[in-house]
């Protein structure tokens, strides 16, 4: 599949960049993702995943592949972006080419960084960057970041339950809250996850919720779909309980599914072409 990326926006000074470079110390090996050296505010980041490990381990795989989410570090918005203020242009034509949206947002006071609007309050500035990005005909799936950096108990009450939508805290000073971050922008992008294991690799791919097996496959090589004859398909669950393939063989779980099948998130799955 064509990979999907989530910008990370927010007006300046608001600790996007923080973000951004707590996010890419994460980062993979480019060897395994050629593309992840396009541009330096691009990183490709893997998503926690305990299940691939402990695949790994049964497998004594040489080598162990996560799935990864894209980010952007894009320009800040300030009010006024859809009109061509600051660099709403290139702010704006940025955002277009992303599929879903972090919104960073500052709940903390700190007199030596200096606030655009001269006051820290959290909703007036969601509010002024969905205005403009209402304006501009972009609405993307959005997941709000409250930036807690430095915040002792001063968000003040209620706030959380006006957010107007799905939102995360995040200290990205600590990296703390990152890979709750990195799980839920997945989400955001409408993905999951199935497997494939063995000694060569065990390797998270990634496809869209509801993708039948031979859509999924191309996510490994277009010959997978275009080629497909059939996939088998073990639940992880119900590899790991088993201990191994043979064993999940000899209970009867390994099953032969074809081209209508639904992947599901979580399966571990041996394509046939």
Request: proline share 5%; with cysteine; net charge negative.
């Amino acid at each position: 599949m064509s990979k999907l990326s989530v910008g990370i926006v927010g007006l300046p000074n608001v600790g996007k960049s923080t973000l951004f470079n707590a996010l890419t110390k994460k980062g993979v090996p480019a060897e395994n993702y050629p593309f992840c050296t396009i541009d330096p505010s691009v990183g490709i980041v893997p998503v926690p995943d305990e299940r691939l490990d402990k695949l790994s381990a049964l497998s004594q795989s040489k080598k162990t592949i996560p799935a990864v989410v894209e980010f952007v570090d894009i320009a800040g918005l300030v009010k006024g972006a859809s009109e061509g203020e600051g660099l709403g242009n290139k702010f704006l034509s940025n955002i277009r080419e992303v599929d879903a949206i972090i919104m960073m947002v500052r709940t903390f006071e700190d007199t030596d960084i200096i606030h655009v609007h001269d006051k820290v309050d959290p909703l007036f500035d969601i509010e002024i960057i969905n205005l403009e990005l209402e304006k501009a005909g972009i609405s993307k799936p959005v997941l709000y970041v409250l930036n807690v950096s430095e915040v002792n108990g001063q968000i003040s009450p209620g706030f959380k339950e006006k957010i107007p939508g799905p939102y995360v805290e995040v200290d990205p000073v600590f990296g703390t809250g990152l890979d709750k971050l990195i799980i839920e922008a997945y989400k955001l992008l409408d993905l999951i996850t199935f497997l494939t294991t063995g000694e060569k690799e065990s390797r998270a791919w990634t496809t869209r919720r509801n993708s039948t097996a031979p859509e999924a496959g191309k996510s490994i090589h277009s010959d997978f779909q275009t080629k497909f004859i059939r996939a088998e398909v073990i639940h992880y669950d119900k590899l790991i309980e088993a201990g191994s393939y043979t064993a999940a063989r000899a209970k009867g779980w390994v099953r032969i599914e074809g081209k209508e099948y639904i992947v599901q998130d979580g399966d571990v799955v041996e394509f046939l072409v």
